[in-house]
């Protein structure tokens, strides 16, 4: 019989266990300091942050997306709301740190409400009704427009303080043009303007181009550097006697067999690049490879062929030229080819670029990037894509907000005045969801080196008589935001504010944490999680933890 007195483990011995509060505590922290980690860099006057990964690569930035997925992140709260900065790229294409410090503090406020004796079940219920409440106070203070001057403004926010100032009306055009080249009736495929890089130059030599550009130039130059009336073939199987080459086993008796072999070999490239002219083909773009013999054939018959062509380049091109991939030779037919005016390669400074102009369908184009260096393209790339991001948010919604801490003020009061009509505990939820959210201009007064418990007071009392007024963080003054211009899509702060309080429920609803053996020490919980409030590694010399 055994000892009723002998512990039972059901988990195995050395896994880290968290309950209840502790739990709350654990994860919640996880999150603070996952938005401590990040709120200096919001808003125009945010610090960049460098970030080298183990293979010396280094990138410069104050996107928040891009931190965040550079930082690898291991406590699982923390990536909890990895994943929420994460879909607001997705959905919106910008406004991550503005997701992630809204989460982080939603969390914050919980924390102090669960500290005074309030259940998590009855912060929830007040979080969720606010939640509510946003959406229709963020209806009733947006503005309906998507003209060109304001997909304009709405670029020009989106892409203001991403580290070059020079440059920057041009790009703001550069996206808007871009992106209306792209909109089918009211949607936009962002997949469908591409931005290609070249360091060299300067940013205000970058340009549209009206079509597809692939990085990559003719495979031989043998081949013609320019097709017009192209008719394009699209390949997804690679012209190559793979088969033979790897397991092909050939008893060879003497040398008359191995010329017999190799003229088989040449005869059956022959064969397939016979399938292509027969085709009607006069460009072919591949997938996969290309043997250096089918090349040779090709080149032969005028046909200008790239190999290796990206996957998301082929999608352009079937959607640009009408082109159908196909996977064999064999189906290669003059339908399914696509057609373009024009094929050819160029040289951009010192980047081969192949472009596919005058295309059946124009809903495709490719901004060329300049830039000096590489790190500078970079950079004022991923400002491009939240530049791409916002200005087809506001195409497709029609919808913008004013900027600028503005709307985070004008909810956090219209919050406030809404709590006070609620009865019982809730009603402190929702007066702190609200608090919460001045969250935004409080962080963008902070960076810009500005007293922020001033800023606040100021702009409550501001939004007492007008709700366009927001903090010019340049001057440090409290301006009428709408006519500075500082407008942003409505969707980026309905995302942001959304997924935050998602986000800030589940985390709030877990009162277990079971870690496996190391699980949570790799994720920092045991030394820079501890009560400091410092991210992982941040503290000197890794002092003990405080608990
Ligand atoms: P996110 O990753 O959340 O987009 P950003 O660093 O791009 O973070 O900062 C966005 C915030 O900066 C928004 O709240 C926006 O209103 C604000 N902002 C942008 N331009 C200005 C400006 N000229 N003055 C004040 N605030 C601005
Ligand atoms: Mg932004």
Same mark, same amino acid.
């Given at each position: 019989m055994a000892n009723v007195n002998q512990p039972i483990y059901?988990?195995?011995?050395d896994t880290q266990r968290f309950l209840g509060r502790d739990a709350q505590r654990m994860n919640i922290l996880a999150g603070k300091v996952l938005a401590e980690t990040i709120r200096?860099?919001?808003?125009?006057?945010g610090m960049d942050k460098m970030l080298t990964d183990n293979l010396d690569d280094i990138v410069i930035t104050n996107d928040g997306a891009t931190i965040l997925q550079e930082m690898?992140?291991?406590h699982p709260a923390a990536k909890m709301i990895v994943e929420i900065a994460k879909k607001q790229e997705s959905v919106v294409g910008d406004g991550t740190t503005t997701a992630v410090i809204i989460a982080g503090e939603l969390l914050a406020k919980a924390e102090e409400l669960l500290d005074e004796g309030i259940h998590s079940s009855t912060i929830i219920l007040g979080y969720r009704d606010a939640l509510s409440k946003v959406y229709e106070i963020l209806n009733h203070i947006s503005i309906d427009a998507k003209d060109k001057e304001t997909l304009l403004k709405v670029a020009m926010t989106a892409i203001t303080?991403?580290?070059?100032?020079?440059g920057k009306k041009q790009l703001a055009n550069l996206i808007v043009d871009g992106v209306l080249k792209i909109e089918e009736n009211g949607k936009v495929?962002?997949?469908n303007l591409n931005i290609q890089r070249v360091s060299?130059?300067?940013?205000?030599d970058s340009k549209i181009i009206n079509g597809v550009l692939i990085d990559k130039g003719r495979?031989?130059?043998?081949?013609?550097k320019k097709v017009e009336n192209a008719k394009i073939a699209l390949l =997804?199987? @690679?012209?190559?006697?793979k088969d033979l080459e790897s397991d092909g086993k050939i008893k060879i008796k003497d040398p008359s067999q191995i010329q017999a072999f190799i003229d088989n070999e040449e005869e059956m490239i022959k064969d397939l690049v016979n399938k292509v002219i027969d085709s009607g083909a006069n460009v072919l773009f591949s997938q996969k490879g290309i043997d250096d013999l089918a090349l040779h054939y090709l080149s032969k018959a005028g046909i200008f062929a790239i190999k290796r062509v990206k996957k998301s380049d082929i999608k352009r091109l079937e959607k640009a030229t009408g082109a159908k991939l196909v996977t064999?030779?064999?189906?290669?037919n003059p339908r399914n080819l696509g057609e373009a005016g024009v094929v050819y390669e160029k040289k951009i400074f010192d980047e081969i670029l192949t472009f596919v102009e005058?295309? =059946?369908? @124009?809903k495709a184009s490719s901004i060329i990037l300049r830039g000096s260096t590489k790190y500078v393209t970079s950079k004022v790339e991923r400002a491009l894509d939240d530049g791409i991001g916002v200005v087809s948010a506001t195409l497709e919604d029609g919808k913008v907000v004013i900027g600028g801490g503005s709307s985070e003020i004008e909810i956090a009061q219209q919050l406030k005045k809404y709590a006070s009509a609620i009865s019982g505990r809730e009603q402190l939820a929702i007066e702190a969801y609200g608090k919460a959210l001045e969250v935004v201009p409080k962080t963008l007064a902070e960076n810009a080196g500005l007293d922020s418990i001033d800023i606040l007071v100021d702009l409550r009392a501001a939004h007492d008589k007008s709700k366009c007024m927001g903090l010019n963080i340049f001057e440090g003054k409290i301006i009428d935001m709408k006519e500075a211009g500082i407008i942003e899509p409505q969707r980026i702060k309905k995302q942001a504010i959304q997924s935050a309080t998602e986000v800030t429920e589940m985390i709030l609803r877990i009162d277990d944490l079971v870690a496996a053996k190391g699980g949570l020490e790799e994720a920092g919980?045991?030394?820079?999680?501890?009560?400091?409030?410092?991210?992982?590694?941040?503290?000197p010399g890794g002092m003990p933890p405080m608990m």
């Open positions: 059901i988990l195995p011995e200096t860099t919001l808003g125009p006057k690898d992140i291991a303080g991403k580290g070059f100032d020079y495929d962002k997949d060299g130059g300067s940013i205000d495979a031989v130059d043998s081949m013609p =997804k199987y @690679p012209i190559e006697l064999s030779v064999d189906d290669l005058e295309s =059946k369908n @124009p919980a045991d030394d820079g999680l501890d009560n400091s409030g410092m991210p992982p590694g941040g503290m």
